[in-house]
């Protein structure tokens, strides 16, 4: 089982920054794909990024290919997204996901792929 902490959401002006980092512990973090999703209000939770064990295979929503990247540490035992040129319609609140199939993967992206989740962290883009 892993546990998992997200941080770093605010709010940020459109065409603004964010990084966000999720914080994993209990089994070693390398037996996981790390997955980011988020949920607007009164929307469904939908799938953002993908990284499989190693960092090396990533995979993104089209609505922030070429914005949004995502990356892992796995001395620290963190996963990252990194926000750029941020519009209005990315406010919601983030949540990152540990699968525990570690590879990477195109096709995995709905909720019941990903077996743990963290709690949340609220982002939110003023226009």
């Known amino acids: 089982q892993v546990q998992l902490v997200e941080a770093g959401g605010g709010l940020v002006s459109a065409g603004g920054s964010l990084r966000l980092s999720c914080a994993a512990s209990?089994?070693?973090?390398?037996?996981?794909?790390m997955g980011w999703f988020r949920q607007a209000l009164g929307k469904e939770r939908e799938f953002v990024a993908r990284?499989?064990?190693?960092?090396?295979?990533?995979n993104y929503a089209d609505s922030v290919k070429g914005r949004f990247t995502i990356s892992r540490d796995n001395a620290k035992s963190t996963v990252y997204l990194q926000m750029n040129s941020l519009k209005p319609e990315d406010t919601a609140v983030y949540y990152c996901?540990?699968?525990?199939?570690?590879?990477?993967?195109?096709?995995?992206?709905?909720?019941?792929?990903?077996?743990?989740w963290g709690q949340g962290t609220q982002v939110t883009v003023s226009s």
């Open positions: 990284v499989n064990w190693s960092g090396g295979i990533t």
């Open positions: 209990g089994r070693t973090f390398t037996s996981y794909a």
């Open positions: 996901a540990a699968d525990r199939r570690n590879y990477g993967s195109a096709s995995l992206r709905n909720i019941n792929d990903y077996n743990y």
